[in-house]
Structure formats: structure tokens, C-alpha cells
């Protein structure tokens, strides 16, 4: 290419001949951009050949199956590995050089494919999740659901990246090109389109779909700039692409590119071809504006909250917020008087609404502590006069059958029967839920799944801890008293706490040949449980020490088989229940 500065710029291009030449070669040379790797580059795009676009679509489809499990999954690094391998940022460079240089072919060839790309990804994606076995919002997932102004600024950075590594290739440039990937992210959000779509979710289909917009304008309107500035207008295309257009196959992307050949040669043509990404851009700048603005309202709010509850006496024990756009909700249970609560809730109330600039939803509930309940005491000795008592089921009772219904239908029926639960408050922990059931154990996963369905149900933060108890029996031979009785109290000592529970116990008519002394020993440690006195914990005559628990009352024990010259040189053993 002739680098003379009076050189004359083609059909389409900025006017302002020799100064903006002149700029242009300046600017190219301040990165080593030679006029022959300008046209070189332009070339390759041109002539880019169709026995690439298996690999291509393959490179697609890939990046859109790790992107979506990824996604599911929740797992940032394997989004990461799709990003990488994820080759739709070519096509779009291509086409901000198609309509920077004023080429139609290259800019219809790679809207096109840009086009064919977003629907097979969406479509994709959508069809994946619909095979999905279970629907969760992740934080990868909501994270592309609420784009802001800030995620539009990212993309102009790294649309500037991206031409600076198009005009640059080599290795020098091989680690920008993979954070740039990374950074634009141009697959997971149109595989959050297709979750939406799957889920039927329109909220999270649509955000992410303007987060996408957004990635796409920015990165054509910059692409252009960086393409205009550094002199790629001076490229001759008309023989390269008439040379391009001969070897096509006549159809529509051909004709389409002859007619739009008119309008790309006027004169002030290129200030129409960066007006249509500024348009879009400016279209979608509106409403990540005001997410900005919602987001930073969310924080400065939540902020705020935090900072009145970290305030308040040591008496609260659990809080929870939630600070939404247009709502806000505060969740407290404080130890002490009905009436001190009630002054919190209407302090918080005041200074929330002092805040957020809207009347937020404030419940504070009152557990009565030691000194409360005396307090009450003393008032109730000291009045001489009949007190009418109204009976009122107290909040906290709401909140226990709020998650005893949770329970109940988040419980997985192949762990077995649910018997009992208690809710713990641990000090500067989540609050515990202790569930206890006869079955296999949940597991450290499905407990993890518990918790987080109580959570969403009640607006809280809970963990589940199992408490699985064996519907097997605990079976030993008559010489194997003391050792049975060891592994087997632990399980009885259940029935002492879960009401629901029986304990089911036989013992043998002679432990053997050990002396009579241990089987009185281990009938002694029998009769010390507290549930044995309440008829929940049955001892019978078995063949062999026996002990089961179950949601069921003991079944009459099947007769030993007892030998009659056993039988006559022992006699019949009395009944144990008696010993």
C-alpha cells in the first residue's frame, strides 16, 4: 500500500484527506501496524473459508453445553472454560470491520453468521434445560440477570481489547485475547436467555438478553472507532471483495451485498455505519442506567440496615433482611418483653424509612427470657384484682408451624419418616434445624438442599442437621450382653427425647454361660430409661438380645424355640418385662 500522506481515501471514507491520513498512519505506527498488515488482515477476513465453519459451529456448540451445566451448576471456573473456547467474538469483530471499511460482503457474511449463532446458542441452551432434572437460580446464573451500566462500561474495555488483538496477532497478544474472553462473556448470557426460556421465566430471560445487547453494541460501535483510527478505511476492498464476490455462489447474501454496495460508497456512508451500533447502544444505555441506580439504592439500603442491626442490644438472635427494588422486609426475634420489642419495631421502622425513602415492613418477635418471664411473675403476684387472660397463640408459635409445614413438603420421603425437629440458635450462627428420622442418613449434600429450600421458604438463613436413626435391628448372641448393650443405648436414648419413637427389646431366657449376674446387669442399665416407665420402650422374651426402634408400638415377640430337656434341667425363665 502507498503510505504517501496525499494518498486519497476511498469512497465512504472520513473526509479530511491529509490531515486524518496522516493521523491515521501516526497512530498505526504507534503499534507497529504496517499498511501491508492492514490489508493483509482485511484479506484474511474476506477470504475466510467455509471449510472452517464446522469447526466453528463445533467450537459453538461446545462452549454452549459447558456454559449452560456450568451455569446450572453454579461453578464460575467451568463458565470460564466456556468462555474460552467460545468463538462467537470473531464474527463480531469482522463485522465492526465490515462497516468500518464500508465492505458490504463482509458485513452481511458476518451479521449473518452473528445471527444464526445467538439462535442456535438460545435454542440450545433452552433445549438443555428443559432435559434438565431440576430448575435452580444459581449465583452465575442472577449474576447475568440484572446488567447495569457498569457491565456496559466492562465491554467497551473489552471491545477495545478485542480490535487491539485482531490488528495484533501473535503470540504477544495471545494472553489479551484470553482475558478478553473472559471478560466479555458473550455465550453465558445468551445461555441464560435459553434457561429463561426453558424455565419459562421471562424476568431472567430478558435480563440477560439486554446484557447481551449491550456486550454486542458496545463491542461493534468501539471496534469501528479502533478500526477507523488506526487507517483500515485506506484498505482498498473494491478488488478484494469484487474478487471475493466472483467466487461465491450466486444467492442472497450476494445479492443483498450488491445493493447495499450503493449506499456504503456515499460519501458520509460511514458516519450511517457507526450510527447504527451508537443507536442500539444508546437504546439499551436507558435501562442499565437505572439498574445502576436500583442497585446502588439496594446496597446503600441494605448497608444502612446492617449497621442499625449491629446496633441494637445482644438480646437479638436472629435477623433477617430483604431489600428488594420498590419493597423492603426485616425479620427479628429479640429475648425480652413484648413491649420492648415493639419500640424496636417501630425505631427500625422510623429510621428505615429514613433511609430507603419508602415504608419498609418491619417484624420484630419477643421470645420471653429468664428476667422477663420474672418480671411477669412478679406483676402477676403483686395484682390483687382478677386478670382477664385473652389467649393468643404467640409469634413464635407462627413461626414453628411455618416450618413444620416447610418440612413437610421439602422432605425427601426416601430418607423415612420424619418423627421429630427442633430449631437450635446457635450463637453467631445460622439457626439449626435438627431433624430426626428411621431411615438412611441424608447426607451432608441433601442436608446442604434441605437447608436451602427452608431458606427460600422462610426468609431465613437455616442449616439442617440429620439425625438418622436405623430401622435395622441391633441383634446379638446370649454370651454378648455388655457389649449389644453399648451399641444399642444410644439408639434407645432417642425414645427418651422423640415422644413419636418406640424401643423394642428382647432379651434371651439364659445369656449362656456367662454367670446370671451380667443378664441382671444389662435388664438393670434396661430399666434406669425414662421411656421404659412410660410404656415406650417394651421388653420381651426373645431368643437372642434384640433392639429395634420404630414409629410403631412393639409387635408381641414369635415364641423362641425352646428345647424340652433345656426346658426341664433350667425351668422357664420369667418374664423379663418383670425384671
Same mark, same amino acid.
Given at each position: 500500500?502507498?503510505?504517501?500522506?496525499?494518498?486519497?481515501?476511498?469512497?465512504?471514507?472520513?473526509?479530511?484527506?491529509?490531515?486524518?491520513?496522516?493521523?491515521?498512519?501516526?497512530?498505526?505506527?504507534?503499534?507497529?501496524?504496517?499498511?501491508?498488515?492492514?490489508?493483509?488482515?482485511?484479506?484474511?477476513?474476506?477470504?475466510?473459508?467455509?471449510?472452517?465453519?464446522?469447526?466453528?459451529?463445533?467450537?459453538?456448540?461446545?462452549?454452549?453445553?459447558?456454559?449452560?451445566?456450568?451455569?446450572?451448576?453454579?461453578?464460575?471456573?467451568?463458565?470460564?472454560?466456556?468462555?474460552?473456547?467460545?468463538?462467537?467474538?470473531?464474527?463480531?469483530?469482522?463485522?465492526?470491520?465490515?462497516?468500518?471499511?464500508?465492505?458490504?460482503?463482509?458485513?452481511?457474511?458476518?451479521?449473518?453468521?452473528?445471527?444464526?449463532?445467538?439462535?442456535?446458542?438460545?435454542?440450545?441452551?433452552?433445549?438443555?434445560?428443559?432435559?434438565?432434572?431440576?430448575?435452580?437460580?444459581?449465583?452465575?446464573?442472577?449474576?447475568?440477570?440484572?446488567?447495569?451500566?457498569?457491565?456496559?462500561?466492562?465491554?467497551?474495555?473489552?471491545?477495545?481489547?478485542?480490535?487491539?488483538?485482531?490488528?495484533?496477532?501473535?503470540?504477544?497478544?495471545?494472553?489479551?485475547?484470553?482475558?478478553?474472553?473472559?471478560?466479555?462473556?458473550?455465550?453465558?448470557?445468551?445461555?441464560?436467555?435459553?434457561?429463561?426460556?426453558?424455565?419459562?421465566?421471562?424476568?431472567?430471560?430478558?435480563?440477560?438478553?439486554?446484557?447481551?445487547?449491550?456486550?454486542?453494541?458496545?463491542?461493534?460501535?468501539?471496534?469501528?472507532?479502533?478500526?477507523?483510527?488506526?487507517?483500515?478505511?485506506?484498505?482498498?476492498?473494491?478488488?478484494?471483495?469484487?474478487?471475493?464476490?466472483?467466487?461465491?455462489?450466486?444467492?442472497?447474501?450476494?445479492?443483498?451485498?450488491?445493493?447495499?454496495?450503493?449506499?456504503?460508497?456515499?460519501?458520509?456512508?460511514?458516519?450511517?455505519?457507526?450510527?447504527?451500533?451508537?443507536?442500539?447502544?444508546?437504546?439499551?444505555?436507558?435501562?442499565?442506567?437505572?439498574?445502576?441506580?436500583?442497585?446502588?439504592?439496594?446496597?446503600?439500603?441494605?448497608?444502612?440496615?446492617?449497621?442499625?442491626?449491629?446496633?441494637?442490644?445482644?438480646?437479638?438472635?436472629?435477623?433477617?433482611?430483604?431489600?428488594?427494588?420498590?419493597?423492603?422486609?426485616?425479620?427479628?426475634?429479640?429475648?425480652?418483653?413484648?413491649?420492648?420489642?415493639?419500640?424496636?419495631?417501630?425505631?427500625?421502622?422510623?429510621?428505615?424509612?429514613?433511609?430507603?425513602?419508602?415504608?419498609?415492613?418491619?417484624?420484630?418477635?419477643?421470645?420471653?427470657?429468664?428476667?422477663?418471664?420474672?418480671?411477669?411473675?412478679?406483676?402477676?403476684?403483686?395484682?390483687?384484682?382478677?386478670?382477664?387472660?385473652?389467649?393468643?397463640?404467640?409469634?413464635?408459635?407462627?413461626?414453628?408451624?411455618?416450618?413444620?409445614?416447610? #418440612?413437610? /413438603? $421439602?422432605?425427601?420421603?426416601?430418607? =423415612?419418616?420424619?418423627? *421429630?425437629?427442633?430449631? +437450635?440458635?446457635?450463637?453467631? !450462627? &445460622?439457626?439449626?434445624?435438627?431433624?430426626?428420622?428411621?431411615?438412611?442418613?441424608?447426607?451432608?449434600?441433601?442436608?446442604?438442599? #434441605?437447608? /436451602? $429450600?427452608?431458606?427460600?421458604?422462610? =426468609?431465613?438463613?437455616? *442449616?439442617?442437621?440429620? +439425625?438418622?436413626?436405623?430401622? !435395622? &435391628?441391633?441383634?446379638?448372641?446370649?454370651?454378648?450382653?455388655?457389649?449389644?448393650?453399648?451399641?444399642?443405648?444410644?439408639?434407645?436414648?432417642?425414645?427418651?427425647?422423640?415422644?413419636?419413637?418406640?424401643?423394642?427389646?428382647?432379651?434371651?431366657?439364659?445369656?449362656?454361660?456367662?454367670?446370671?449376674?451380667?443378664?441382671?446387669?444389662?435388664?438393670?442399665?434396661?430399666?434406669?430409661?425414662?421411656?421404659?416407665?412410660?410404656?415406650?420402650?417394651?421388653?420381651?422374651?426373645?431368643?437372642?438380645?434384640?433392639?429395634?426402634?420404630?414409629?410403631?408400638?412393639?409387635?408381641?415377640?414369635?415364641?423362641?424355640?425352646?428345647?424340652?430337656?433345656?426346658?426341664?434341667?433350667?425351668?422357664?425363665?420369667?418374664?423379663?418385662?418383670?425384671?
Amino acid at each position: 500500500m502507498d503510505q504517501d500522506p496525499d494518498r486519497q481515501t476511498p469512497a465512504g471514507a472520513p473526509p479530511g484527506r491529509h490531515a486524518w491520513a496522516v493521523l491515521q498512519d501516526r497512530i498505526a505506527a504507534a503499534f507497529d501496524i504496517e499498511p501491508e498488515a492492514r490489508e493483509a488482515i482485511v484479506r484474511s477476513m474476506l477470504e475466510r473459508s467455509a471449510k472452517g465453519a464446522a469447526g466453528y459451529w463445533l467450537q459453538l456448540f461446545l462452549a454452549m453445553g459447558i456454559a449452560s451445566l456450568g451455569l446450572v451448576l453454579g461453578s464460575g471456573a467451568v463458565v470460564i472454560g466456556a468462555m474460552l473456547i467460545s468463538p462467537l467474538m470473531g464474527p463480531i469483530v469482522e463485522l465492526g470491520m465490515g462497516l468500518a471499511i464500508g465492505s458490504p460482503f463482509l458485513a452481511l457474511r458476518s451479521f449473518t453468521r452473528v445471527a444464526f449463532s445467538v439462535v442456535m446458542v438460545v435454542a440450545s441452551a433452552a433445549v438443555l434445560t428443559l432435559m434438565l432434572p431440576f430448575y435452580e437460580v444459581t449465583s452465575e446464573i442472577a449474576a447475568r440477570t440484572s446488567p447495569t451500566a457498569l457491565d456496559l462500561l466492562i465491554a467497551i474495555f473489552c471491545a477495545i481489547s478485542a480490535a487491539y488483538t485482531t490488528v495484533r496477532p501473535g503470540s504477544d497478544t495471545t494472553s489479551t485475547a484470553a482475558g478478553t474472553a473472559i471478560g466479555i462473556a458473550l455465550v453465558p448470557p445468551l445461555c441464560v436467555v435459553g434457561y429463561g426460556i426453558g424455565t419459562q421465566v421471562k424476568s431472567i430471560a430478558s435480563g440477560a438478553a439486554l446484557l447481551f445487547t449491550a456486550n454486542l453494541c458496545a463491542i461493534l460501535l468501539f471496534a469501528i472507532l479502533c478500526f477507523l483510527l488506526l487507517g483500515y478505511t485506506a484498505v482498498s476492498t473494491a478488488e478484494l471483495e469484487h474478487a471475493e464476490l466472483a467466487k461465491q455462489k450466486p444467492g442472497a447474501i450476494r445479492r443483498v451485498a450488491r445493493a447495499l454496495q450503493v449506499f456504503f460508497e456515499l460519501r458520509h456512508g460511514w458516519i450511517f455505519r457507526v450510527m447504527m451500533p451508537l443507536a442500539l447502544l444508546g437504546a439499551v444505555y436507558s435501562p442499565l442506567r437505572e439498574a445502576l441506580a436500583r442497585v446502588s439504592w439496594q446496597v446503600r439500603v441494605r448497608t444502612a440496615i446492617v449497621r442499625m442491626l449491629d446496633a441494637l442490644p445482644q438480646s437479638t438472635v436472629r435477623s433477617s433482611v430483604s431489600v428488594d427494588h420498590g419493597s423492603v422486609a426485616v425479620r427479628l426475634v429479640t429475648l425480652g418483653r413484648a413491649d420492648e420489642a415493639e419500640r424496636i419495631e417501630n425505631d427500625l421502622r422510623d429510621k428505615i424509612a429514613g433511609v430507603a425513602g419508602m415504608v419498609p415492613k418491619v417484624d420484630v418477635i419477643a421470645v420471653l427470657d429468664a428476667s422477663a418471664l420474672e418480671e411477669v411473675a412478679a406483676s402477676l403476684r403483686a395484682s390483687s384484682t382478677p386478670v382477664d387472660v385473652v389467649r393468643k397463640e404467640p409469634e413464635l408459635a407462627l413461626v414453628q408451624k411455618e416450618l413444620a409445614a416447610s #418440612l413437610a /413438603r $421439602a422432605w425427601p420421603h426416601a430418607a =423415612g419418616p420424619l418423627v *421429630a425437629w427442633r430449631l +437450635r440458635f446457635p450463637d453467631n !450462627e &445460622p439457626a439449626v434445624v435438627e431433624v430426626v428420622h428411621v431411615g438412611p442418613a441424608l447426607g451432608a449434600p441433601a442436608a446442604d438442599l #434441605l437447608g /436451602r $429450600a427452608l431458606s427460600r421458604e422462610l =426468609g431465613a438463613e437455616l *442449616a439442617v442437621q440429620d +439425625r438418622a436413626l436405623s430401622p !435395622e &435391628p441391633i441383634v446379638a448372641e446370649p454370651e454378648s450382653g455388655w457389649p449389644w448393650l453399648q451399641e444399642a443405648r444410644p439408639a434407645l436414648a432417642w425414645v427418651d427425647d422423640v415422644e413419636a419413637l418406640h424401643g423394642c427389646v428382647e432379651v434371651p431366657p439364659n445369656p449362656g454361660e456367662k454367670p446370671i449376674g451380667e443378664l441382671e446387669a444389662v435388664l438393670a442399665s434396661l430399666r434406669s430409661l425414662p421411656a421404659l416407665r412410660s410404656g415406650r420402650v417394651h421388653v420381651g422374651e426373645g431368643a437372642r438380645w434384640r433392639a429395634v426402634v420404630s414409629i410403631a408400638p412393639c409387635a408381641p415377640p414369635e415364641p423362641a424355640p425352646v428345647d424340652a430337656g433345656a426346658a426341664a434341667d433350667t425351668g422357664a425363665a420369667p418374664d423379663a418385662g418383670a425384671r
